[in-house]
């Protein structure tokens, strides 16, 4: 049940800036007041914030979310909200109704089926039976039809494909810019926000060109010449690099460093580090070369774009298949470190996990420390501001106001139903 908490003298970063030696009062599932001094209601746990730093909740702008115990996983290490980029409908119904009714998981968007054309990405996955068959769009007169169907099925966003298979080395169709245009168009008159898949630089024009609001991915097929970089800029573009997932399959050491960081580690889905020490041992030379240039190519695109005014989001990509690194949770901290690593600061990584996070996609209630908002709230012993691995050493986390046990694990029947 939730309670009121009072937490004393803490910094508080509130989603755009540090504030030193600040209380923070919540009750139930509302942050009641920031200020400082604050008188002790009689009810309240007191909570010393001295050497601990409050933070919003943590929100992956990119995720692939299947099952509840994904959103277990990303809610222990400071993940409150996920976006999920597309999926099975019935099946991101089903796992955002849990989150809904439950403060043990992480809260979840959804976008439903994405929008490509006929045959298009991810199609080549239904071929060999990894997804069941989808509905597509075969041209501009079908995007509002399509739209409609996406909100009749529960869509909070919606997902664009733009891949020509340059990616995954073959060619596939892919949608026209007209199309595009009708999608975005559609998803607009009906309050949606519009993110598309964008791993190539032709797919980021198209994109940037058509109106679409999030890229879902920083080019990385080659070097962004400046007229793409400023282009992205003038239009206001959010772009969601999801370098951990390039780093993951190339085996950088920033999945080793997560997996054995103390501070991480303990919390760590079992799983996953099997997953990894098992791609580790045995894949080597083919998770390196080719993938490493294009998370460089990404890197470069994304921090070049920043530097000119576009607003990055953090977000992983996670799956949480066995076959890829990448996973819910633990791997948003490798993102952030990625992110610092390629030219931001601490400060502003954080902006972009939180509050800018929250502008991309509407969610008015979430993303910073402020009278009012959501009390899904992240306590982190030291000062993530100075030292973005910091945020791995949590101390406490609150989901709408409900103080999260960590060490808690969800049953087996939980799991099989999830």
């Known amino acids: 049940m939730s309670a009121t908490t009072l937490i004393r003298q803490a910094a508080v970063f509130d989603g755009t800036r540090l504030l030193s030696r600040r209380d923070v009062l919540i009750s139930d599932a509302e942050i009641v007041a920031v200020g400082s001094d604050l008188p002790v209601p009689a009810d309240a746990t007191v909570i010393d914030g001295t050497g601990r730093t409050l933070l919003p909740g943590l929100i992956d702008a990119h995720t692939h979310t299947t099952s509840v115990g994904q959103l277990r996983q990303a809610l222990v290490f400071g993940v409150t909200t996920e976006l999920c980029m597309g999926g099975d409908a019935a099946t991101s119904r089903r796992v955002r109704a849990v989150a809904q009714t439950r403060d043990d998981v992480a809260d979840l968007r959804i976008a439903t089926v994405g929008a490509t054309a006929p ?41 664009i ?6 990616v995954i080395g073959h060619a596939m169709p892919t949608l026209s810019s007209e199309t595009i245009i009708a999608l975005v168009e559609a998803a607009h008159a009906r309050g949606l926000r519009t993110a598309a898949h964008t791993w190539t630089r032709s797919a980021a024009q198209q994109a ?47 999945e080793f460093e997560l997996a054995e960081d103390p501070r991480l580690r303990p919390y760590a889905d079992p799983d996953w580090l099997s997953a990894l020490e098992h791609v580790r041992t045995t894949e080597p030379a083919q998770r390196v070369g080719p993938i490493a240039v294009q998370a460089m190519h990404g890197a470069d695109a994304a921090v070049r774009m920043f530097r000119l005014g576009v607003p990055l989001l953090v977000g992983t990509d996670a799956t949480g298949g066995a076959d890829h690194p990448t996973t819910h949770g633990i791997s948003y901290h490798g993102e952030l470190a990625l992110l610092v690593r390629a030219g931001l600061t601490p400060a502003q990584a954080l902006t972009a996990a939180t509050s800018t996070a929250a502008t991309a996609f509407a969610l008015e209630d979430r993303g910073r420390i402020a009278q009012g908002l959501r009390a899904d709230l992240l306590l982190v012993r030291g000062n993530p501001v100075e030292d973005i691995t910091a945020l791995r050493d949590i101390d406490t986390i609150w989901r709408r106001g409900v103080r999260v046990d960590r060490r808690a694990t969800l049953s087996a029947a939980e799991l099989v139903r999830s």
């Open 208 to 254: 940037i060109a058509c109106g679409v609001d999030v890229l879902a991915h920083a080019p990385s097929d080659g070097h962004s010449d400046q007229e793409l970089v400023e282009a992205a800029a003038a239009a206001g573009k959010f772009v969601v690099p999801t370098m951990t997932t390039l780093a993951g399959m190339s085996l950088t050491p920033v």
């Open 119 to 159: 045959g298009g990405h991810p199609g080549q996955l239904v071929e060999i039976g990894l997804l069941a068959p989808f509905p597509t769009v075969a041209g501009p007169e079908y995007a509002d039809a399509f739209v409609a169907q996406r909100i009749a099925e529960g869509a909070d966003h919606l997902k």
């Open 161 to 166: 494909f733009i891949e020509d298979g340059t």
